[in-house]
């Protein structure tokens, strides 16, 4: 009998159940679509991503308790919008207990018909998924069927807890209720404090505490070891159910007695409405603005990951480096090895071997330094090899501009010239003229400097260890000639990205030759770190061995965007659903404005006006707190990455979270317009 009657109500209220059925389905898809890395065979055999599966599978289990709690609130919801229909079940002699089952059984079958459509959409999301993350890692990707048996369990075995989960949270309070609450409990609003006059400006200014104190934790950190950053979250959600409660008595006590305003145009109606609606959910529009706070927050940081690892990747420049400390070596049988894995076409392999030097002076040094302070970063002790100017041969010089495919520029034979990170090129301009100011030619190795002559592009210089720990001095050839040198480097340009395989075939193929590992370190002679850690060894490095190093940031990356996504399509439905469950209230409000006069069309713009209203409610706090903590977090990530700002801090700012709320925006546009179709459809079924 309950089975039937379930599959009966689940049909017969599936119109209601639409934005729930079509949530659960793209939870689904996004589930099964990262649950698929974990069995995934090219994802396993990445190196150094390991702790990705363990990521995923603690990112899911928060998931799951989110997705529980919210899909109890749904069905608390639907409960409330259908409590006289159970009031008749009771009526008839059904226990409560019996009504829990029933609730629970319409549920799985609205899930288990979620899984399905969810599934199939889950295995182009994977396949796209997977490509991207691939492509990050530098490895090939073939496309094939994207069903994973054991994705598909997992998948289910996580929607069947949620399921459990909501059910069991709101089985107490149902199975307590009484023949007369069931009757009246669709009329009944929210009860929230009575806040009005003092009350509210108390609350509010409360709330806005919480919101400073909140950004003040997250901002300055004093506790350290993340708890800050916990409590500032949890203070800032705390601000925006705490504004939630107490805007919509200042926003009655602002405007309310101001008829003038009120009675203007259809602004009463408006008016009273908006108000209304803030006043019987604010609890809920509280949590749907911390839910698009958490979203918006999430997708800007990722996107600054993402950003980071590709700007890291341009920097390096070379596709492969080999360094030899402190004299010229011999790169002949790297070279034959790298020829013969890498000629594919005749033009595959480009490459040049060439000597770093000193001068033995540090006037740009002292420059990088005080720009390093200057920018607010953390000035580290250099490595030996950089505690002084370093220096490259134009001859060399032109010919690596040659194989990177950058303009050829001409240079003079008697002078000098300077190739920086961008950072640096301001300040090494005002160093050249400063000294030509002075009358006394700036110089190295006897030859003076062109005050235009800096350059830019991507040089390798980002990462130390390559050309020069973020400039080098490009000098005549007889000046390096007096100079010490201090590393040679083999350098290659392929004509494709190589894989992580290739990498490793070169190192098992070639004796002698070692990973230059960035996390490793030894004290050289002048009590200063190196990273030649060996000695008589070579080193090879290079921007796609560099990006092995960070892959841990694609883990954070991949779970930043999986709970971004989770959370604003979670939110977005539930806010829509409560939009559609107050159509019957909304067919009264338009009979009485057809009887008292007022045209169709202008109904009909009232409800765009109401509808967007509601919508931007909850989204205009949690865009300004989102925006800030993105702009907070974003700074501490790059000081904390970059020792010299590769590009502006507001471009990368502005790139997070431009690109976190495009994505935001597309979502809720798509949920926004289903609800604006579906609201005009129901304004019209009582006429």
């Not at 959409?121 to 069927?145: D, N």
């Not at 049988?333 to 770093?356: C, L, M, N, P």
Request: glycine share 8%; net charge positive.
């Amino acid at each position: 009998m309950l089975r039937k009657l379930s599959l009966r109500n689940a049909k017969r209220q599936f119109g209601e159940y639409a934005f729930f059925f079509v949530t659960l389905s793209w939870a689904a898809a996004v589930m099964y679509a990262f649950h698929t890395l974990l069995f995934s065979d090219s994802v396993r055999s990445l190196p150094d991503m390991e702790i990705l599966p363990w990521l995923i599978v603690a990112v899911s289990l928060v998931i799951l308790l989110i997705l529980g709690w919210i899909v109890s609130y749904m069905i608390n919801y639907m409960f409330r919008r259908r409590s006289r229909e159970f009031g008749i079940y009771m009526v008839s002699g059904m226990a409560g207990r019996k009504i829990v089952t029933l609730l629970f059984l319409e549920n799985s079958l609205i899930g288990a018909a979620a899984l399905g459509p969810g599934i199939l959409l889950g295995m182009l999301f994977s396949q796209l998924l997977e490509a991207v993350l691939l492509h990050l890692c530098g490895m090939p990707y073939k496309l094939h069927s994207g069903f994973s048996l054991p994705a598909v369990g997992l998948t289910v075995l996580y929607f069947s807890g949620m399921l459990l989960y909501a059910v069991c949270r709101n089985r107490k309070w149902i199975r307590r209720l009484q023949l007369r609450e069931l009757l009246c409990y669709d009329r009944e609003n929210e009860k929230p404090p009575v806040l009005a006059g003092r009350f509210a400006v108390m609350s509010f200014g409360i709330s806005v505490l919480c919101g400073v104190c909140g950004f003040g934790m997250v901002c300055f950190q004093p506790l350290g070891k993340g708890y800050d950053v916990l409590i500032g979250f949890l203070l800032l959600a705390a601000f925006l159910f705490g504004f939630f409660r107490s805007v919509a008595a200042f926003l009655v006590a602002r405007f309310g007695e101001r008829g003038d305003w009120k009675y203007r145009k259809q602004r009463l109606v408006t008016f009273r409405n908006f108000t209304a609606k803030i006043n019987s959910s604010s609890a809920a529009m509280g949590m749907l603005s911390v839910l698009f706070m958490l979203a918006i927050t999430f997708g800007g940081i990722g996107t600054t990951i993402g950003l980071i690892v590709a700007k890291n990747v341009e920097a390096g420049a070379f596709d492969i480096m080999i360094l030899r400390e402190g004299e010229m070596g011999d790169f002949s049988r790297f070279a034959k090895v790298i020829r013969q894995d890498f000629s594919g076409e005749k033009t595959a392999v480009r490459d040049h071997v060439y000597g770093i030097y000193t001068n033995g002076k540090s006037d740009f040094r002292k420059v990088h330094d005080r720009t390093v302070v200057e920018a607010g970063r953390k000035l580290n002790r250099a490595y030996e090899e950089f505690q002084y100017d370093t220096c490259m041969a134009q001859s060399d010089y032109r010919k690596l501009r040659k194989l990177l495919g950058y303009e050829s520029v001409q240079l003079d034979p008697a002078r000098c010239y300077v190739h920086c990170v961008p950072a640096l090129a301001g300040q090494f301009g005002a160093l050249l003229e400063e000294q030509d100011s002075d009358g006394t030619a700036f110089k190295c190795g006897g030859y003076a400097f062109v005050k235009e002559g800096i350059f830019s592009e991507p040089f390798s210089q980002l990462n130390d260890y390559g050309n020069g720990a973020g400039y080098i001095l490009v000098v005549p050839d007889d000046a390096v000639a007096q100079m010490k040198m201090l590393y040679s480097v083999y350098a290659v340009v392929t004509a494709k990205p190589l894989m992580t395989d290739d990498l490793q075939q070169i190192l098992d193929a070639c004796e002698g030759l070692v990973r230059m590992e960035w996390g490793r370190a030894s004290t050289g002679a002048g009590g200063a770190p190196t990273r030649f850690y060996q000695e008589d060894q070579y080193y090879l490095t290079g921007k796609w061995l560099d990006k092995s190093e960070i892959q841990y940031f694609y883990s954070m990356l991949i779970c930043l965007f999986y709970l971004s996504v989770i959370l604003e399509i979670m939110g977005a439905a539930i806010l829509a659903t409560q939009v559609l469950g107050d159509w019957k209230e909304k067919q009264r409000q338009d009979r009485i404005l057809r009887q008292l006069g007022m045209r169709e069309d202008k109904i009909s713009r009232l409800h765009d006006r109401q509808l967007l209203q509601i919508f931007l409610l909850p989204v205009v706090p949690a865009l300004l707190i989102s925006g800030s903590l993105v702009y907070i977090c974003t700074k501490k990530i790059l000081v904390s990455f970059f020792q010299l700002p590769v590009t502006a801090d507001s471009v990368w700012i502005g790139q997070s979270f431009g690109i976190s709320l495009a994505l935001f925006a597309v979502l809720y546009g798509i949920y926004f317009a289903a609800a604006r179709i579906c609201y005009g459809h129901t304004g019209r079924d009582d006429l």
